[in-house]
């Protein structure tokens, strides 16, 4: 704010020097942490602008971000669908993720009024999730570092809602893959 320009509104309304304005507080507080975190970002150079999967050495969090990329990637380009959430959970050698539509065209919303429909919905979103399950294998043997040995899908289709089980196999044969492997 320029000094020049007298005060501008203030939290308070008074307009009294001294008094920090709305504006300025919001500024301060907020993009200054920005300013920051920016900046913080460019001393790491090394990591500041790759994906998780492309890290040397990945923790389980990592593996997490990186499979939620790839499902977010998989679900807009092979099955033209804008999701609004994604859940991953990885346990030794079964991913969990929950995946959750922004929204349903409104001939599924009609659809999934009726046990019929939803049932219908449910078929179509199978077949359609086989037709380009091999796709999805390729994404997540690349991110993970293992084989893909199984994926299920289902659909809560009155809500949108998916959840996949992902079914890990062997890790890959490199042993720089990324996986941190435990010791002992």
């Not at 007298?6 to 020097?17: H, L, Y």
């Not at 920005?34 to 999967?53: F, G, I, L, Y």
């Not at 939620?68 to 092979?78: K, N, P, R, S, V």
């Not at 804008?82 to 009609?110: K, N």
């Amino acid at each position: 704010m320029n000094p020049n320009d007298g005060p501008g509104p203030t939290r308070d309304g008074t307009g009294e020097p001294g008094a920090v304005s709305l504006d300025e507080f919001i500024v301060d507080r907020f993009l200054t942490a920005v300013q920051d975190k920016h900046r913080k970002a460019h001393r790491h150079p090394a990591h500041a602008h790759e994906r998780p999967e492309s890290r040397p050495t990945r923790n389980k969090a990592d593996i997490e971000y990186a499979v939620m990329l790839a499902i977010l990637d998989f679900y807009t380009e092979w099955m033209q669908a804008a999701c609004s959430h994604v859940h991953v959970q990885l346990s030794e050698d079964v991913i969990t993720v929950t995946v959750t539509r922004a929204r349903l065209a409104p001939a599924e919303q009609r659809l999934a009024q009726s046990q019929d429909g939803r049932v219908l919905l449910q078929q179509v979103h199978d077949e359609v999730f086989k037709a380009c399950q091999d796709e999805l294998r390729r994404r997540l043997e690349r991110v993970v570092k293992a084989s893909v040995k199984e994926t299920v899908a289902s659909l809560d289709a009155a809500t949108g809602r998916s959840e996949i089980t992902i079914t890990l196999g062997e890790p890959a044969a490199n042993p720089a893959s990324g996986l941190s492997q435990p010791s002992g």
